[in-house]
């Protein structure tokens, strides 16, 4: 009896968000030996794009949260389903620009012409 128990807790819920379209997808368990690293994204099937895409794994706990996604999302982070690294983003000239972070233009999928952006210094 004891042992039953034992076992119980050992999985965490993880959701999904799609990378194309921003909606949130299917629900998983996942083991906690098993777990990946905040944001690690995964092909799915979207049900609102009807199509498999790219997911970004989303935990109740952890450094990576909705808010986190929505915002890299919503700024065009996201380009053909991968999440361009920071170190790759181009520079941004304009201070006050919504789509700059740190001094890099967030607008990776170029949704936005914002005029700003700096080639990357090598």
Known sequence: MGRKTQYRREFT?????????????????????????????????????KKETNHAEIRPYGSYNVEDFMEEFNLGRFVDGKKIPVSDLMNCSKKDCKYNKNGKCWNSNYSFDCGHRTKKEE
Do not use: V
Not at 14 to 25: A, L, M, R
């Open 13 to 49: 819920i993880s959701d999904f968000y799609c990378t194309e379209c921003g909606n949130k997808g299917f629900s998983c368990g996942r083991k906690i030996s098993k777990q990946r690293e905040p944001g690690h994204l995964k092909k799915l099937y979207c049900m609102y794009c």
